[in-house]
């Protein structure tokens, strides 16, 4: 069966903090890796992985994937109140997207 | 920003009774999905549609479940005769490359509630 395990379930943290994220999954045909922000209802696209090693980036955002260890990691640094969301990782197989449960994220003011 | 737009935001309706959910994907999208969110649990993958047929499925889209794209800009989710465990969130979404692309965009969803 198909998993996806996201670290922590949940976070707390300040302000101007730095966070990771993590991501590993035991996917049969892998093919992708993508990280979604899920804030109150739709997830939104932040990055998808398909190389391992290279990192994306997208501001205050940046993802890697490490195909070896079958994982990934989201960093967030100097994080903000805005960032506060639950983070999406989810594996790309044939037609479909496989997640996790998710990350909840709090980013205290 | 072109966005996937589902109505209604909110549907109760009584066990046994039929739903249609409503999703208008992006324009120039061809591959669409529908996913659905029970509270507090993960999001799950329901069906895949592509040139007018179901691409792939999973075990929970029985027979009960049936997707449309009656028109050239909407695409259904019908449920025959619904459940008290068919309560969820259910999200619609496309997108313009399908699996080699992967970048879904999600729709706002529609928060279904069966009594």
């Known amino acids: 069966e198909d998993k996806v395990v996201q670290s922590p379930l949940s976070l707390v943290v300040h302000e101007g903090d730095t966070v990771t994220l993590n991501c590993s999954y035991e996917?049969?045909?892998?093919?992708?890796l993508l990280w979604y922000k899920q804030e109150k209802k739709a997830p939104t696209f932040l990055f998808m992985l398909t190389s391992s090693g290279i990192e994306k980036k997208s501001g205050r955002l940046s993802s890697i994937l490490d195909k070896k260890e079958l994982s990934s990691i989201l960093n967030i640094t100097a994080t903000q109140t805005g960032d506060s969301a639950i983070y999406l990782c989810?594996?790309?197989?044939?037609?479909?997207?496989?997640f996790g449960a998710g990350t909840i994220l709090r980013v205290k003011s | 920003e072109p966005e996937v737009t589902q109505t209604p935001s909110h549907q109760v309706t009584q066990m046994g009774q039929e739903v249609i959910l409503r999703c208008v994907p992006i324009s120039n999208h061809l591959y669409f999905y529908w996913y659905r969110q029970i509270l507090g649990q993960k999001v799950e993958f329901l069906v895949s549609?592509?040139?007018?047929?179901?691409?792939?499925k999973s075990e929970i889209f029985d027979d009960q479940f049936s997707v449309e794209r009656p028109d050239g800009s909407n695409f259904t989710l019908k449920i025959r005769s619904t459940k008290l465990e068919d309560s969820a969130m259910y999200f619609c979404?496309?997108?313009?490359?399908?699996?080699?692309?992967?970048?879904?965009?999600f729709g706002s969803g529609t928060q279904l509630s069966v009594l």
């Open positions: 979404a496309s997108s313009p490359q399908g699996p080699r692309g992967e970048k879904l965009f």
């Open positions: 549609f592509y040139n007018n047929e179901i691409s792939e």
């Open positions: 996917v049969t045909n892998f093919r992708s």
């Open positions: 989810a594996v790309g197989k044939g037609n479909k997207l496989v």
